[in-house]
Each structure stands twice: as structure tokens, then as C-alpha cells.
């Protein structure tokens, strides 16, 4: 990732390539952070599969449909494409010659990008409905205090991640509510003053998927217009301009699951930002090395 005394191709002053650009001049400072993050992103990956375990657990019966097991599995479903789209645009943007990407190379790479597309709009898709579904109320009148219900096996959701078993030990403590609902299909219980929450941070999850498939799409189509040698377009111009800004919802809400109390949220959103910036300075790389192979050929 070496580009030595090369002129730095003409970006907007407010674009992320000006951001990157200049660790081009610092290759091994680049590569460290680059493979750093992405080894952090599987091991987040590992984190959202035993975090999803443990909410399917809590929330859902054993005979529960299938449709609901999914939705619950809605974050690993979609960090399991991200992460296989990471790895084919790093293929692509970097690692692979020009000339891998023909025949049946091109072919098993792009069925599996449409493997993973359909995935993360599947998750998306997830969030969308679970989301939608904390609006789906069952009120539970027998129910005024949980210690009525305790050692039942039965468990109280606090938050969008976090299920207390009720006990006998906790009832009392666990929440002050004398109202409690269950949510569409799931058996745990919620108390009444924990639904706006829960319901507000739900819309923040909707919004974080579908601006991601944005990003994600704007990356192809800037990939494609890289492809064509189409580097001084109004074009190229505008989707630089729109995925910034994209990316700074991406920070916004990283900064609302910081504020909420979700850091591992906030922690993660960063993580594939920075993530996918690593893929963005593969492709300023790539422009940085075509524009000066074309100066030369026409010199």
C-alpha cells in the first residue's frame, strides 16, 4: 500500500477521500489499522452470536415459528454478510489482480455478494419487523407483581438486550411497574415504563440497517464508475458527497447507543465504520495508482 511521490488526485475539500488520502503516505501505519480492525470485527461477530443465544433463550418458547427464531437472529444473520461483503470488496478493491475477475472467479464472487445482499436486506428486513413488533402488545392483567410470577422460569425484559430471570431473590427489585405486556410472539414479560424505550431504539436500528445498504450500494456503484476509469465525474462527485454524509447518520446513531447506555453498540458501529473506511482507502489507493498510470501513458 505504497503510493511514493505521487500527486494526490483532486477530491472535494468535505469528502472522506480527503480524510484518507494522506495515510497513503503512511502505508504501514494504514495496513496496521486496517487488518486490526477487521480482526476485531470477527471477534465481534463471536460476540453478537452468544448475544443473540442468550436472547432467543430468554424470549422465545421452545416451539417458537421459525420466522421468530430468524428475527431474534437478525444481528449475527447480518454481521455474518457484512462480513463476508468486507471480505469480497477487500478482495476486490485490493488484494486480487484485475485479471482474477474473469470466468468463473467473477462468477463465484459475485454469487456470493448476492449470497450476502440478500442476507443483510433479510436482516434489515429482521430489524425492521422486530421493531415494528414491540408495537404488537399482549397486556398481561394478572400480572402486578412479579414476584407473583417468580421461580416460574418466566424473565422480564430490561432493555433491547438485557432479560432478568425473575426470582423470588430479585422480584422485588427488578422493575416498580404494575403493567406488563408480552411483546408479538415472545414469553418474557415487559414493564410499562420500559416499552418507550425499547420502542424508540428500535427505529434507530431500522434507520442504522437501511443507511448501511445505502453506503454499501454507493461503494459498488463507486467501484464500478473506478472500473470505467470514471474519475472526474460529476457522478463519482455527488455519490463521494451523499456517502458522507451517510456516514455521519452512522455516527449519529453510534452516538445515541453510546448516550442510551449500549456501548457495545456504539463500540461496534464504530468498528465498521472505521472498518469500511478501510475499504474506502483501498479504492483512493486504486484511483491514486490508475490516474498516475494514465498520466504516463499520455506523456
Not at 425473575?166 to 415487559?190: H, K, M, R, W, Y
Not at 468498528?271 to 475499504?279: C, H, K, Q, S, T
Amino acid at each position: 500500500m505504497s503510493v511514493p511521490n505521487r500527486p494526490i488526485a483532486n477530491h472535494h475539500p468535505y469528502s472522506l477521500e480527503t480524510l484518507l488520502v494522506p495515510l497513503l503516505r503512511r502505508p504501514k501505519v494504514a495496513h496496521f489499522v486496517k487488518w486490526s480492525v477487521y480482526s476485531l470485527l470477527l471477534v465481534n461477530f463471536g460476540v453478537y452470536i452468544t448475544d443473540d443465544w442468550q436472547v432467543y433463550q430468554a424470549s422465545l418458547s421452545s416451539d417458537a415459528p421459525l420466522d421468530a427464531i430468524f428475527e431474534t437472529f437478525a444481528d449475527t444473520i447480518d454481521m455474518g454478510a457484512w462480513v463476508g461483503l468486507v471480505i469480497l470488496l477487500e478482495l476486490e478493491t485490493y488484494i486480487l489482480p484485475e485479471e482474477a475477475f474473469e470466468g468463473w472467479t467473477d462468477i463465484i464472487l459475485k454469487l456470493f455478494r448476492g449470497v450476502c445482499y440478500v442476507l443483510i436486506c433479510y436482516a434489515a428486513y429482521g430489524f425492521t419487523t422486530s421493531a415494528l413488533e414491540s408495537y404488537d402488545l399482549t397486556p398481561i392483567p394478572e400480572v402486578t407483581n412479579l414476584c407473583d410470577i417468580a421461580n416460574e422460569g418466566r424473565y422480564l425484559q430490561i432493555n433491547i438486550v438485557d432479560y432478568e430471570d425473575i426470582t423470588a431473590d430479585n422480584c422485588d427489585t427488578l422493575s416498580p411497574d404494575v403493567e406488563f405486556f408480552q411483546i408479538g410472539e415472545n414469553v418474557s414479560l415487559i414493564g410499562k415504563s420500559a416499552l418507550p424505550h425499547v420502542q424508540n431504539m428500535g427505529w434507530i436500528d431500522i434507520s442504522n440497517a437501511f443507511v448501511w445498504i445505502l453506503v454499501a450500494l454507493l461503494i459498488e456503484l463507486e467501484v464500478a464508475l473506478q472500473s470505467a476509469d470514471i474519475f472526474d465525474s460529476r457522478t463519482l462527485s455527488r455519490v463521494r458527497s451523499i456517502k458522507t454524509v451517510f456516514y455521519g447518520v452512522l455516527f449519529v446513531n453510534a452516538g445515541i447507543w453510546a448516550a442510551t447506555g449500549y456501548p457495545i453498540y456504539a463500540w461496534d458501529a464504530m468498528l465498521w465504520i472505521v472498518g469500511f473506511w478501510a475499504i474506502e482507502l483501498n479504492l483512493a489507493e486504486w484511483e491514486e495508482e490508475r490516474l498516475h498510470e494514465l498520466d504516463a501513458t499520455s506523456t
